[in-house]
Structure formats: C-alpha cells, structure tokens
C-alpha cells in the first residue's frame, strides 16, 4: 500500500501558495479576523459576501469597516488565477479558460452550457504525474498541487460570469462539477476534499452545491478511494478504468502496475457499499487499442450485477499523438455488448474539439 507521500507524487517547489479565506475552514476564518482586529462574527460576513454574493470585491463590502478593507483583500483575498487564454465555441455556451498562477504554473477549466444544466470541468493539480500515454496532461508531467483555494476559484469565477450573465443563455448557476480536468485527484487528497466541503457546505462555510452533483475521478488510487467512502460525502466517483485486463492497462494506466484491476473494483464495491451510490467508469475508446469486442464482453463480465454506469469517451487525440477515436461501428458494437450483460452504458457528449478540448491541450499550446 502507498504512503501517502508516495500517493502525492509532487516535486519539491520553493513557495506555497499564498493563503486564501477558501483555503481556510469555519473556525480558522474566526481567528484570522480577530487577527486584524475585527470582531469574530465578521468571518460569516465576509462568507456570505464570498460564497453567498459572489463578490470578490472586499472594498465594495459595507458591512467591514472601511479602514480594514484593505487589510481583508491584501491578507484573506490574494489573487490566485490570472486568465491567459480563453476559447469558446457551441455559440458560446461552451468556455475553456487557461489560467496561471502564483508561480507560473498553467491549469485549465471548462464551463460547459446546456438546456437544462451547467457543469464545469475543474483541474486539481499543475500537470499530472499519472503518466497516461494517451493523455495530454500526462504527457507535460507533474508540476504541483493546487491548493483548497485554488480549485474552489475555477468554480467561482465560472459561478460570478453565470451570475453576470456572461456566458451564453443569461444569469445561470453552476449546477455540475466534475474533477476532470488537469490532473489526478486522489494524489492531491487532502485539498481536494477541502474544496469539495466549500463546494457542499451551506452558507455561509461555503457555496452550498449538492454533493450529487459533484463527480470526483481518478485512475485508481485504491487507498484514496477507501479513504472517500469514510468521508461520508455521497459525491459520484468515477474511475478511469480504460481496460478490462491488466496486460493492457499496465500500459495504458500505468500506476496499475501498483493497483490491478481487481484492487481498483474491489475499492469500488466497497464505495456502493457504503455510500448507496452507483460508480462511473470511465472508458476512453482508442482505435484497435482497447475497443474490441472480447474487451467488451470481459467488462460486460467484469461489472454485471454492481451498481455501476460506463460512460464511454470518443477519444479527443491530441496533437501528433499515434492515439484517435474509435470507428463508429465499433463504439456501437461496444455499447451493444455492454447492454447485452445488463450494464447501464452512455456515450459522453464531447465538446470542446475545436477549443483544444482533450485536457491539458490549450495549456501546453499557451
């Protein structure tokens, strides 16, 4: 079993990045105001003005006396994303943004519209570490971790733009978040979880969302994923299995060299066990790699009779990758087999494809 300095895999850096109030729990957020001389319950203000309001803008905050504005944005409020790039297409209701941070270091999100819904795609890590061929992010390596406030920023500045009505369609709200986005969740443990509890806590600890409608990835850290279950937060976990067999997928996912198949399933039950909710796993289907009908059938093996849904990705090939999507008539014959063994099987709806959509593409092109 991996420790859990082996599970962060992270390259020594220089500096943290600089504290953020999203960064800090309830109790913590008392002390630091009673550190600038403000009162205690100036901390519940000062949420609801955050994660209530979305206003990041503490001079524009009346409720704080206006001598110890400053004092609140330079100390509490640091700038944490500056946008370098943006991209939109689908008429606009599809946003991908590049961001960089304190120290140089390059994310992504994506804001991603539909009728009835908004989901954003979020980045927890500079890179990845996870060294997936297929993958572009993986390909670039693993730069660092993003902090709690880090990850908690995609979201805001996707909920502010929804509020302002600056993305396509009116004032909206983010409904959906998916840790998909550059790098490998679990090996970032601990500032993940805290975010998710900003994400899920009421006003004013946090933003307020529903646990349900936060999907948290991972390639297959086993340890990490027992460590979920215990957290009692019933978000969705999705694994990126990829492959039902282990020849394969020591390959194509490399950490299952560490945790094979049968580790990362196991892990898995036990998360429905205990949390009641159904796991999604995530299916990449590369052309002639994996999307043959005998690994069909083996996954169709593999999942029947567990509470479990296989979301199917058309690969999105990057850049002068040997990796491309599957023929059509084999993504069909894929979803049919699945079906054939009772399990619950979609296609993801891939967006993006003209924006740099795979993950980790728009920022290595920045």
């Known amino acids: 079993m991996l420790s859990p300095g082996e599970l962060t895999m992270v390259a020594p ?37 955050f994660f209530g309001r979305l206003s990041n803008d503490p001079a524009s905050w009346t409720d704080i006396p206006a001598h110890l504005r400053p004092a609140v944005q330079s100390q509490l409020f640091p700038e944490l994303l500056t946008s370098v790039k943006a991209l939109d297409c689908d008429g606009g209701t599809t946003v991908k943004q590049v961001w960089k941070l304190f120290d140089g270091a390059m994310v992504e999100s994506v804001l991603m519209r539909y009728t009835d819904r908004v989901t954003m795609c979020i980045s927890s890590q500079a890179g990845c570490g996870m060294n997936c061929p297929f993958c572009a992010t993986g390909q670039n390596g693993l730069t660092r971790n993003l902090s709690t406030a880090e990850i908690v920023e995609q979201i805001l500045v996707g909920a502010r733009a929804l509020a302002n009505g600056e993305i396509a369609g009116g004032v909206g709200r983010v409904n959906n978040i998916v840790f998909m986005g550059m790098g490998e969740p679990m090996a970032n443990y601990k500032n993940v979880i805290g975010a998710i509890r900003r994400f899920t806590d009421d006003a004013p600890a946090g933003i307020g969302l529903s646990a349900r409608g936060i999907t948290l990835s991972t390639v297959g850290l086993v340890p990490r994923i027992y460590d979920l279950a215990k957290e ?10 990829h492959c039902p067999d282990d020849e394969l997928r020591d390959t194509l996912v490399p950490i299952n060299n560490r945790f094979k198949i049968s580790e990362v399933l196991d892990a898995c039950w036990n998360y429905v066990d205990v949390t009641g909710r159904r796991v999604s796993i995530e299916y990449a289907l590369i052309k002639d790699i994996n999307d043959q009908a005998w690994r069909a059938a083996l996954l169709g093996k593999l999942l029947q009779g567990h509470l479990v849904h296989v979301n199917l990705i058309p690969l999105n090939p990057t850049p002068g990758s040997i990796w491309t999507a599957s023929r059509p008539e084999d993504e069909r014959a894929f979803v049919r087999i699945l079906q054939e063994h009772g399990v619950a099987v979609t296609v993801r709806d891939t967006r993006g494809r003209e924006i740099d959509g795979a993950c980790g593409q728009l920022a290595a092109s920045v």
């Open 232 to 241: 009692k937060i019933p978000v969705t976990l999705a694994v990126s299995l």
């Open 13 to 49: 850096r220089k500096q943290k990045p600089p504290l953020h109030w999203s960064d800090l729990t309830v109790d913590e957020r008392r002390e630091k105001v009673v550190e600038l001389g403000l009162p205690a319950f100036r901390a519940d203000q000062i949420s609801r003005q």
